[in-house]
């Protein structure tokens, strides 16, 4: 009877190794876990402000482009309206 008991013991004693084994291998895990979500939680956060700096130098740049091309259409209007005057007050061969 009482190898039986000691028997039930050691498995007692097992079992409860192989627990306190499991729950440090489940920390383990869940540390890892924690670590790498995180680091990517960073890294979406560093993306998503490259992105909204990547967003605002494109609008920066295609306000430059209709900058540029709306002082062309003024530049082009200007000169064909100072051509037109002058044809009215000097003819086609004032040109």
Do not use: N
């Not at 729950?23 to 979406?44: M, N, P, T, W, Y």
């Amino acid at each position: 009877m009482q190898h039986l008991i000691d028997s039930l013991d050691d498995t007692i004693a097992q079992a409860m190794a192989l627990a306190t084994s499991a729950q440090s291998a489940v920390s383990s895990h869940e540390k890892i876990c924690a670590e790498r979500q995180g680091a990517i939680l960073e890294r979406f956060a560093e993306s998503r402000k490259e992105r909204q700096e990547l967003h605002t130098e494109m609008r920066e740049a295609v306000a430059a482009i209709y900058s540029i091309l709306w002082k062309a259409a003024f530049g082009i209007i200007s000169v064909l309206g100072g051509l037109t005057i002058t044809v009215i007050v000097h003819g086609p061969r004032g040109l």
